[in-house]
């Protein structure tokens, strides 16, 4: 069973900045797919990040492109999510998630292990 485990998250203000960890459990790291979602009050789960498992195919969602970077380390089994210039809107429980696939995805029937999430908020 791959444990994924989520860190980093806290409180910011508006414009600040944070950084997600996320350690995942296996000798096989280096064969996931990673992702990255989050949830806000009263809203459905949303995507956020993706990344290949060599980091050379990432996508990102429209709300967080050009403030928000994914990168990996395979060495460590983590995968980071650099939050830059954040907004009240960013504000929500942030996700990491695996899938046994190498391949990267924005769709989250397509994980198939999840964190318990990390709480961001963004004050304005």
């Known amino acids: 069973q791959v444990q994924v485990v989520e860190s980093g998250g806290g409180l910011v203000q508006a414009g600040g900045s944070l950084r997600l960890s996320c350690a995942a459990s296996?000798?096989?790291?280096?064969?996931?797919?990673m992702g990255w979602f989050r949830q806000a009050p009263g809203k459905e789960r949303e995507f956020v990040a993706t990344?290949?498992?060599?980091?050379?195919?990432?996508h990102y969602a429209n709300s967080v492109k050009g403030r928000f970077t994914i990168s990996r380390d395979n060495a460590k089994n983590t995968v980071y999510l650099q939050m830059n210039s954040l907004k009240p809107e960013d504000t929500a429980v942030y996700y990491c998630?695996?899938?046994?696939?190498?391949?990267?995805?924005?769709?989250?029937?397509?994980?198939?292990?999840w964190g318990q999430g990390t709480q961001v908020t963004v004050s304005s």
């Open positions: 296996g000798r096989t790291f280096s064969s996931y797919g």
């Open positions: 990344i290949n498992w060599s980091g050379s195919r990432i």
């Open positions: 998630a695996a899938a046994n696939s190498y391949d990267s995805t924005q769709y989250q029937h397509e994980y198939d292990y």
